[in-house]
């Protein structure tokens, strides 16, 4: 399957990225047609909130952000992996996450529906504490993205799995 993985932790050996890869193996057992990106080695410019977007479905500013919404747009298959910062997604993620803006084309139509999403948050506090900041995510930003939300997988710091579902 067509996979693209996004990582959200600087941390190469990290649970984050860990547990990403494992799951990029299961979507994609040869690699071949898997894309990986740690997200902080791209040159993506936080979101300037100036609107263009809302007129045309692109973006003002010129970094990786348009090539890697293209390749989300390819992949069949999209895993987003993010350590738990402060109850939130990490600030690298966040900040890509605000620049897929441009796929969503108002009254509920969006570039990436339909679109399969393996979500994968890891963190050193019990499965349960951020589950209803999970949720929220889930409504206002995956969701209202148009993706359809295969699975939530949720890690401890030492690598272990609390939780997988939907
Ligand atoms: C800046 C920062 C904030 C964090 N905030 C939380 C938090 O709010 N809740 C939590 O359970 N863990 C928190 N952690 C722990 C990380 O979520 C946890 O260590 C994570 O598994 C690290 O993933 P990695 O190995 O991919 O770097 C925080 C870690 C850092 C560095």
Redesign the pocket.
């Known amino acids: 399957m067509k996979t693209l993985v996004l ?1 959200g ?3 190469k ?6 547990e990403a890869l494992a799951q990029a193996r299961e979507l994609d057992p040869t690699g071949q047609d898997t894309i990986v990106h740690f997200v902080h080695e791209m040159k993506v410019a936080c979101c300037c909130g100036c609107e263009f977007c809302r007129k045309e479905p692109a973006c003002s500013q010129k970094d990786d952000m348009a090539g890697l919404i293209q390749e989300m747009l390819d992949s069949e298959a999209v895993i987003i ?1 993010s ?6 997604l ?1 600030g690298q993620l966040k900040t890509v996450c605000d620049r897929l803006y441009p796929v969503y084309r108002g009254g509920g139509k969006s570039l990436l529906a339909g679109k399969k999403l393996y979500l994968v ?6 499965c349960d ?2 589950a209803d900041v999970r949720k929220t995510a889930e409504d206002y930003l995956f969701r209202f993205l148009g993706f359809q939300l295969v699975q939530t997988t949720v ?3 030492d ?1 272990k799995r609390y939780y997988a579902g939907t």
């Open positions: 990582i932790s600087n941390r050996q990290g649970a984050t990225a860990t992996a350590p738990v910062y402060f109850g939130a990490s948050y890891t963190q050193h506090s019990p504490t951020y890690v401890g710091k690598g």
